[in-house]
């Protein structure tokens, strides 16, 4: 059994910043790539931003240069730095990981429940 559990979501003013953390736990071998998705009332789900277990980050062109994607190995933690807000920011933000479990041989991609990000004007 593997859990995702996303904390750091709140109301910011515009230009605020705000840091999600997203932690997984349970019977893990290994990680592979991490996100973070949104998706805003009456929108679908967005990719935000990925990162693998190597390093390597990929941004939304709407967050390039305000948000940092990072990771914990060690803690199997994924985080999301977001500065710079902006009210169109406003979502649930929701972390996926791509882990595989032990005693199993493929991935498998799993989600966190969300938490939402309010950003006023």
């Known amino acids: 059994q593997v859990q995702l559990v996303e904390s750091g979501g709140g109301l910011v003013q515009a230009g605020g910043s705000l840091r999600l953390s997203c932690a997984a736990s349970?019977?893990?071998?290994?990680?592979?790539?991490m996100g973070w998705h949104r998706q805003a009332p009456g929108k679908q789900r967005e990719l935000v931003a990925v990162?693998?277990?190597?390093?390597?980050?990929n941004y939304a062109h709407s967050v390039k240069g305000r948000f940092t994607i990072s990771r914990d190995n060690a803690k199997n933690t994924v985080y999301l730095q977001m500065n710079s807000l902006k009210p169109e920011d406003t979502a649930v933000y929701y972390c996926?990981?791509?882990?595989?479990?032990?005693?199993?041989?493929?991935?498998?991609?799993?989600w966190g429940q969300g938490t939402q990000v309010t950003v006023s004007s």
């Open positions: 349970g019977s893990i071998f290994s990680i592979n790539a």
């Open positions: 996926n990981a791509d882990i595989v479990e032990l005693h199993r041989t493929y991935l498998y991609d799993y």
């Open positions: 990162i693998t277990s190597g390093g390597s980050t």
